[in-house]
Nanobody
Framework: QVQLVESGGGLVQAGGSLRLSCAAS????????MGWYRQAPGKPRDLVAT???????TYATSVKGRFTISRDNAKNTVDLQMNALKPQDTAVYHC???????????????WGQGTQVTVSS
């Protein structure tokens, strides 16, 4: 199993920056992809950014050029640097790890409980 704990959320004014961090524990050697997702009230959980075990990254169109995802495999952490924040970035941000659970390569997702990011106008 893999456990994830997020930190770094808070309240910031529009145009400001925040850095989120996610620490993984447990069977971290089985993690393939890690990522950040966000969920605003009344909306579905959406992808923000992902990073693979070979540092291939993907970003939602809405955050490209403003957010940067990074991963430290030695520390088992994944960070999300968020710059030029907008009120529409307000959401609970969740960390996700996709990891291998069987010898045949079957994968499952584990989620953190989330951290609140609020951007005021």
């Amino acid at each position: 199993q893999v456990q994830l704990v997020e930190s770094g959320g808070g309240l910031v004014q529009a145009g400001g920056s925040l850095r989120l961090s996610c620490a993984a524990s447990g069977r971290t050697d089985t993690i393939v992809t890690m990522g950040w997702y966000r969920q605003a009230p009344g909306k579905p959980r959406d992808l923000v950014a992902t990073i693979s075990d070979i540092d291939t990254t993907t970003y939602a169109t809405s955050v490209k050029g403003r957010f940067t995802i990074s991963r430290d495999n030695a520390k088992n952490t994944v960070d999300l640097q968020m710059n030029a924040l907008k009120p529409q970035d307000t959401a609970v941000y969740h960390c996700k790890a996709t990891h291998v659970v069987t010898a045949e390569g079957a994968r499952i997702d584990s989620w953190g409980q989330g951290t609140q990011v609020t951007v005021s106008s």
